[in-house]
T-cell receptor, first 116, second 115 residues
Framework: AQTVTQSQPEMSVQEAETVTLSCTYD???????LFWYKQPPSRQMILVIR??????QNATENRFSVNFQKAAKSFSLKISDSQLGDAAMYFC?????????????FGKGMKLTVNP | GAVVSQHPSWVICKSGTSVKIECRSL??????MFWYRQFPKQSLMLMAT?????????EQGVEKDKFLINHASLTLSTLTVTSAHPEDSSFYIC???????????FGPGTRLTVT
């Protein structure tokens, strides 16, 4: 079974600084998707970024970018120019591509605090 | 696009009663929806996968008779917590599959408190 590990339960960053959130996963599949979701205090889950495993290029969405290391099974999220609105729980998630593998496997999450 | 709503956002019910939570895809059709449960400061736990027109697939350890799921249309799935008990108090979140990458778009969640 696939597992997703977020080893840092909490992090903090100063506004305008850069922070990197780590995530590792375990799978025997060769093709899959990886996601970072954000859950602010409203508890609405928001998709931050998606990475397809067959793509070598790291995904980027404005201030958010990932460092995808397939061999190491590592998928970290970098937030540049941190803003107060980035404060939230961040969940790393895995989804297989084989039939019947639509389920998302979530990590335990990491609480990010942004200090003004 | 890809907006998912849930109703109600917060419900309080008495022990022994049943409560229904609705999950709607507002601007797209969703053949597959998912129901999650989230305890405070914890991650999301998948309860079941709901497919339109067929029986839901429950995760191991989730009581089918207690958590009834009905996906009667392409835009609506419901979760009914039957004979609720205080330990069923939790935050319930639904999501709907959409897009070319079959991404999951989440509803805002429903807080259930059983007294």
């Amino acid at each position: 079974a696939q597992t997703v590990t977020q080893s840092q339960p909490e992090m903090s960053v100063q506004e305008a600084e850069t922070v990197t959130l780590s995530c590792t996963y375990d799978t025997s599949e060769s093709d899959y998707y990886l996601f970072w979701y954000k859950q602010p205090p409203s508890r609405q889950m928001i998709l931050v970024i998606r990475q397809e495993a067959y793509k070598q290029q790291n995904a980027t969405e404005n201030r958010f970018s990932v460092n995808f290391q397939k061999a190491a099974k590592s998928f970290s999220l970098k937030i540049s120019d941190s803003q107060l609105g980035d404060a939230a729980m961040y969940f790393c998630a895995y989804r297989g591509m084989q039939g019947g593998s639509e389920k998302l496997v979530f990590g335990k999450g990491m609480k990010l605090t942004v200090n003004p | 696009g890809a907006v998912v709503s849930q109703h109600p956002s917060w419900v309080i019910c008495k022990s022994g009663t049943s409560v229904k939570i609705e999950c709607r895809s507002l601007d797209f059709q969703a053949t597959t929806m998912f129901w999650y449960r989230q305890f405070p400061k914890q991650s999301l736990m998948l309860m079941a996968t709901s497919n339109e027109g067929s029986k839901a697939t429950y995760e191991q350890g989730v009581e089918k008779d207690k958590f009834l799921i009905n996906h009667a249309s392409l835009t609506l799935s419901t979760l009914t917590v039957t004979s609720a008990h205080p330990e069923d108090s939790s935050f319930y979140i639904c999501s709907a599959r959409a897009g070319r990458f079959y991404e999951q778009y989440f509803g805002p969640g429903t807080r259930l408190t059983v007294t």
